[in-house]
């Protein structure tokens, strides 16, 4: 039985020691670099003291943060991914909740580093260096060993100017450590993206996450033959699939530069140059690559497996890929990062029409998904009831926040006789007639509009199948009692959107004030930027 993601990077370590693990657009790390590295790292965290406790990394998106966090679990503690690229004054608030133990950045970073935590900081490059004794000047008996990098430590050896190399890593103290590890402790914390303009740490066991990797293993049938292609930033959760699913099967994993979603024309080659054979991406991520038409000079060839979540996938993006790659499998994913990236799943397996939303599909092996209706009680088929999941992909909760960990995490309303966790998403589902759960909405974008109840999801869905819409974001003034549709595209569309809503929707469901945006703006996580919009609308009708 698995109680530690380390035992998935020890195995893969002694069956694979030189295969790339992990690699970026300036290097890579092997299996063995990777074991040695995280060890390495860990000692000099737990040397220190800490245990498990926070420690916050201001995160690249290179190999060296992923070594981080691997050296953050050796040494009993936890990690805590935060975008360095964040407002200061964002950064601030989330290391207030977080108060942790370290704060460990780049060299590089030293600056915006001491403005954040001064008494708390560590540098990355000193927790991986290596510990080396130059027995040139000055030598141990006449004064304290120099340490020096590994380039010199590799020149002393060749010139022979040196007598030996101190022990990389404290085996003893990181083995104690390891003893006293049960699979319910901390493994990382991911704060929510802050749509409500609050930001909740969001705290994930090892157990939730071993449970995540045999699963979805099972399921898709992972193999030690995997090329990931990772797209998501390492603070959203879509990211926990890739770094996890990579270590536990022995795959291989390249992280995609940021300038190929600048610039995504150059995405298939890189696909094809790297023989990737897996991406689980954020559907927008999806879109951008299809809005710049990527695949029709040139298609991936060994992909074989193409998984998304996040948000609604436009039909019109699926079938552009389904087009263009056809030797592939699709998934829809869905899951909040509270119960660990993702609770169910859908594989395509027939055609959908332009204006159709695709399932979310049926719960993950060892997970059970269940609907209640206003009156706590299991939604019929056919009947909306709030997604409610239960299972050992459940979040330990909220840091620091039990008032919103009471609200989400509770008992299991159909019996009091026993402790049973749900976590309640928030989100509206209801069983189709082919008995496949169905995303319906967010429970604060359904409305009430004209005497109606209406799915804002419904309305974006169908303007989302007009070909000249990139995307679209619906809301409701509940002032003025209107329907509020921002979309992107390259003209104005109001005319063509409401011929083609005429012909869907009756017409108290179609919007009633209609915004062209350039860009619809995105939070850090690719996701429309909601709240952003609302407060832009509500400081241009002020």
Not at 106 to 126: I, S, T
Not at 445 to 453: A, D, N, P, T, Y
Not at 459 to 478: I, L, T
Request: proline share 5%; aromatic share 10%; net charge negative.
């Amino acid at each position: 039985m698995v109680c530690n993601v380390l035992e998935y990077l020890e195995r893969a370590e002694k069956l694979y020691p030189d295969k790339l693990v992990f690699g970026d657009e300036s290097g890579q790390l092997t299996y063995r670099q990777l074991g040695r590295a995280a060890r390495r790292m860990g000692s000099r965290l737990a040397e220190q003291g800490a245990y498990r406790e926070p420690v916050t990394v201001l995160i690249d998106k290179d190999v060296n943060t992923l070594a981080a966090f691997m050296g953050i679990v050796y040494s009993g503690c936890f990690y805590v991914p935060v975008d360095k690229t964040l407002p200061i004054e964002r950064i601030r608030t989330i290391l207030s909740v977080v108060n942790p133990a370290y704060l460990i950045v780049k060299k590089e970073d030293e600056q915006l580093g001491r403005e954040l935590e001064k008494e708390k900081l560590l540098f990355l490059e000193e927790m991986f260096q290596e510990p080396v004794n130059w027995l040139g000047y000055p030598k141990p008996e006449q004064k304290e060993a120099v340490k020096v990098p590994e380039r010199q430590w590799e020149e002393a050896k060749e010139s022979g100017n040196c007598c030996y190399k101190e022990k990389e890593e404290n085996l003893p103290l990181l083995t104690k450590i390891r003893e006293r590890h049960l699979d319910t402790n901390p493994l990382y914390m991911i704060f929510t993206s802050g749509s409500t303009g609050v930001p909740k740490g969001v705290l994930i066991s090892h157990r939730s996450v071993i449970d995540m990797a045999e699963q979805f293993t099972n399921v898709f049938q992972f193999s030690s033959e995997e090329v990931f292609a990772n797209q998501a930033p390492f603070d959203f959760d879509v990211s926990v699939k890739d770094i996890y699913l990579t270590i536990r099967n022995g795959a291989s994993m390249y992280i995609v530069p940021k300038s190929m979603f600048v610039m995504p024309k150059k995405l298939a080659g890189f696909f094809n140059e790297k023989k990737i054979t897996t991406i689980i991406w954020a559907a927008s991520a999806l879109g951008v690559a299809a809005s710049f038409r990527i695949l029709e000079k040139e298609a991936p060839r060994y992909l074989k497996k193409i998984m998304f979540s996040g948000e609604v996938l436009p039909m019109k993006v699926l079938h552009y890929w389904q087009k263009h790659v056809r030797d592939s499998i699709y998934v829809n994913l869905y899951g909040p990062t509270e119960i660990t990236c993702n609770c169910t799943y859908y594989i395509v397996d027939r055609e959908f029409s332009q204006d159709q939303v695709l399932p979310i599909g049926k719960a993950f092996p060892n997970t059970e998904i269940l609907l209640f209706n206003e009156e706590n009680r299991l939604a019929e088929p056919g009947e909306q009831g709030e997604i409610c999941v239960r299972g050992s992909s459940l979040a330990l909760g909220y840091y620091k926040n039990k008032e919103e960990t009471e609200k989400a995490f509770c008992q299991n309303p159909l019996h009091e006789d026993y402790l049973d966790m749900i976590y309640r998403t928030g989100d509206m589902g209801y069983i189709n007639d082919r008995g496949e759960l169905v995303f319906a909405a967010r429970k604060d974008h359904q409305i009430k509009h004209m005497g109606h109840r209406i799915e804002l999801l419904e309305v974006e869905a169908s303007v989302n199948a007009v070909e000249e819409v990139e995307k679209c974001c619906c809301m409701y003034d509940d002032i003025l009692g209107k329907i509020l549709l921002f979309y992107q595209a390259e003209k104005e569309m109001e005319k063509e959107i409401i011929s083609q809503l005429h012909n869907k929707l009756p017409k108290y469901m179609c919007p009633n004030v209609f915004y062209r945006l350039d860009k619809i703006p995105e939070n850090n996580h690719g996701k429309i930027d909601r709240q952003r919009l609302k407060q832009k609308y509500m400081e241009n009708n002020k």
